[in-house]
T-cell receptor, first 116, second 113 residues
Framework: GAGVSQSPSNKVTEKGKDVELRCDPISGHTALYWYRQRLGQGLEFLIY????????KSGLPSDRFSAERTGESVSTLTIQRTQQEDSAVYLC??????????????FGPGTRLTVL | AQKVTQAQTEISVVEKEDVTLDCVYE???????LFWYKQPPSGELVFLIRRNSFDEQNEISGRYSWNFQKSTSSFNFTITASQVVDSAVYFCALVDSSYKLIFGSGTRLLVRP
């Protein structure tokens, strides 16, 4: 596709359930990022992939959060045993992966997660 | 450590007024990029500008202009003759050798007719 796509666009789940959020980056982009935006706040970095490996997982808030990427393409962010504080918009971005990370990141529309 | 500060939480102006959104950043790197993004009520992030640390020339794009001053670590954004459609949350962001975008907390701009 022309841009970064994310699915689902909205997800409502019950506390304690696991959720999977998907990101399809722009074709040819080797770098992929996940961010979280809580209501009324700025974006927080979660994790960065270069190819299929994740050199920086420092932003993941707890061990309930994990992410993987396969085929240098699709990435999945998994949240286990969701808590109400996980409610946020989860944004994915991709970039060409050039210039040591200084290239422009293109954002998807986000997945709005609501934990009841 | 990297940090971006947008001290203005919310600004309200009347249409046609000029408005400046402030951004102050911190980084130890000499090579970095600064960004401004717009987030309208629909929620998507719209890229506005990228500026690298070696280019301190001010930039103008239509009603938008940006003032980058390394001496004060600031990258301010001015909208001239604001319009109602400019109402949005505006984020300033920094990326350096750590490759992750560090966002400010955003400034909500309300342009009243």
């Amino acid at each position: 596709g022309a841009g970064v796509s994310q699915s689902p666009s909205n997800k409502v789940t019950e506390k304690g359930k696991d959720v999977e959020l998907r990101c399809d980056p722009i074709s040819g982009h080797t770098a992929l990022y996940w961010y979280r935006q809580r209501l009324g706040q700025g974006l927080e970095f979660l994790i960065y992939f270069q190819g299929n490996s994740a050199p920086d997982k420092s932003g993941l808030p707890s061990d309930r959060f994990s992410a993987e990427r396969t085929g240098e393409s699709v990435s999945t962010l998994t949240i286990q045993r969701t808590q109400q504080e996980d409610s946020a918009v989860y944004l994915c971005a991709s970039s060409l992966g050039l210039a040591g990370g200084l290239d422009e990141q293109f954002f998807g529309p986000g997945t709005r997660l609501t934990v009841l | 450590a990297q940090k971006v500060t947008q001290a203005q939480t919310e600004i309200s102006v009347v249409e046609k007024e000029d408005v400046t959104l402030d951004c102050v950043y911190e980084t130890r790197d000499t090579t970095y990029y600064l960004f401004w993004y717009k987030q309208p009520p629909s929620g998507e992030l719209v890229f506005l500008i990228r500026r690298n640390s070696f280019d301190e020339q001010n930039e103008i794009s239509g009603r938008y202009s940006w003032n980058f001053q390394k001496s004060t670590s600031s990258f301010n954004f001015t909208i001239t003759a604001s319009q109602v459609v400019d109402s949005a949350v505006y984020f300033c962001a920094l990326v350096d050798s750590s490759y992750k975008l560090i966002f400010g907390s955003g400034t909500r701009l309300l342009v009243r007719p």
